[in-house]
C-alpha cells in the first residue's frame, strides 16, 4: 500500500482519534483476545515523548525525500513508520502494546538514511546536518540514561534476567 502524501492527510485525523480514545479502543480490543486479554489492563504508561518522537520522523518521512527518488523498499519502510506511530499510540495504555511495536520499531533506523539520501537537493546540506545531530544526540542521550538514570532493562551494568 502506497501512504502518499494526501492519503497522509487521511491517516493523520485516524491517529490523532486512535490517540485520544486509546483506552476504550484498547480496552475494546482486549475483549477479542479471551483469557489473555483478562490478563491485561488499561495501564498509564506516560509513553508521549517516543510518540512525539515517530511523529517527526513521520513528517521527515514524508516531506523530506524528493518523491522521483522513491523506490519501492524506501515506499513500504515509510508505510511502516505509519503503523508504528499509529501502535505507538496504543503504548499509552499498556507496555505490551509497546511490545507488539518492537516488531515495527526495528525497520525505523533503515528509513531514515534512505529518506535522507533522497532528499531534494537544495536541501541536501541541512539533511545531512540533521542526520549527524540525530546520531549525536542518540549517542548522548543514550551514554547519559546509561550513567545518570536507572535503566529500566538493565543494559548498564549489564545484568541477566535470571539474578
Not at 21 to 38: S, T
Not at 66 to 91: H, P
Not at 102 to 130: D, E, G, S, T, W
Amino acid at each position: 500500500m502506497n501512504i502518499t502524501k494526501p492519503k497522509l492527510l487521511i491517516f493523520i485525523p485516524i491517529i490523532g482519534v486512535v490517540l485520544f480514545f486509546n483506552k476504550p479502543i484498547f480496552e475494546f480490543m482486549l475483549q477479542f483476545l479471551g483469557e489473555y486479554g483478562e490478563e491485561y489492563s488499561y495501564e498509564e504508561t506516560g509513553a508521549y515523548m517516543m510518540i512525539i518522537l515517530f511523529a517527526i520522523f513521520l513528517f521527515l518521512s514524508y516531506f523530506a525525500p524528493d518523491e522521483s527518488k522513491m523506490d519501492k523498499e524506501t515506499i513500504g519502510l515509510r508505510n511502516i513508520m505509519v503503523l508504528a506511530l499509529t501502535m505507538q499510540t496504543f503504548a499509552l495504555a499498556s507496555t505490551v502494546a509497546m511490545r507488539m511495536n518492537y516488531y515495527n520499531v526495528m525497520f525505523i533506523p533503515l528509513l531514515l538514511p534512505k529518506i535522507i539520501n533522497r532528499c531534494h537537493n537544495r536541501n541536501r546540506k541541512a539533511y545531512q546536518f540533521l542526520e549527524l545531530a540525530m546520531i549525536v544526540f542518540f549517542i548522548v542521550y543514550y551514554f547519559y540514561t546509561a550513567h545518570f538514570e536507572e535503566s529500566v532493562m538493565h543494559l548498564y551494568p549489564y545484568r541477566g534476567f535470571w539474578e
